[in-house]
């Protein structure tokens, strides 16, 4: 059947090294795809004709069956009444229709041998049609992958990027420059808690100081003045 051999050209195919070698992998991935689908919807339609097929023959098998049983009968029935002639030709019925029932049966073992292929290259299509669907998700996954990466390297090698990255630094160069242009300017000043500490100290001073100054004036003083 070229039905059959379709299918089992199909499955013979290697689906990851048909992707690997091909030029554009998603392209051919999704035609592959394609026909396996088509192949298996024929497969599936060859094995319901095939099934159909099947059931009239079992229905004709048994007519067949029941009529051999009839002319048995029929020829018993008139050899018992004498009439040879009668139960020859029933018998002659009968086995015309052995004859017809034996080729029913040829005809009903090739059925079920191509059914089980039928089902046995369905599995088989259903299992690489799995396996090409995860393929073709990981192409499409890769792809973007790549996509985006190529993306990100032709932004960081741009002229454009560089040149505002490159402005970017030196702005910040000029900013650290002018911290520390204002720190230097702090350099050498007191700050506000040591300005105070100092003026603190100072009264201290002062007071002792005028004191100092009584005690002289005091011990200088004439007695009696």
């Known amino acids: 059947m070229a039905l059959i051999n379709r299918i089992e050209d199909l499955i013979k195919s290697e689906v990851n090294a048909f ?7 998603k392209k051919l991935a ?3 795809l394609s026909e396996l689908n088509d192949a ?5 339609a060859t094995a319901a004709q095939i099934m159909c097929e099947q059931k009239a023959l079992h229905r004709r098998y048994a007519q067949y069956e029941k009529q051999i049983e009839t002319w048995q009968q029929k ?3 008139a050899l018992s009444k004498g ?4 139960a020859k030709a029933a018998i002659s019925e009968k086995q015309q229709l052995e004859e017809s029932l034996y080729k029913l049966s040829e005809q009903q073992g090739t059925l079920d041998e191509t059914l089980i292929k039928l089902k046995d290259d369905a599995d088989k299509l259903a299992s690489k049609i799995q396996s090409l669907k995860a393929k073709q998700l990981q192409l499409e996954r890769t792809q973007r992958s790549c996509t985006a990466r190529l993306k990100v390297r032709q932004t960081l090698h741009c002229d454009e990027v560089a040149n505002v990255i490159n402005r970017f630094e030196q702005l910040q160069s000029k900013v650290e420059r002018i911290e520390a242009q204002v720190d230097s300017y702090d350099l050498g000043q007191p700050s506000t808690t040591a300005q ?3 003026f603190e100290r100072d ?4 007071a002792a100081l005028a004191q100092l100054k009584l005690q002289v004036h005091s011990n200088t003083a004439p007695v009696g003045a």
């Open 19 to 25: 992707l690997d070698k091909a030029e554009d992998p």
């Open 30 to 32: 999704a035609q592959l």
């Open 40 to 44: 298996l919807s024929d497969c599936r």
């Open 83 to 86: 009439r040879e002639d009668l």
């Open 75 to 77: 020829a018993e029935h």
């Open 203 to 206: 009264e201290k001073v002062n």
């Open 196 to 198: 105070f500490a100092q």
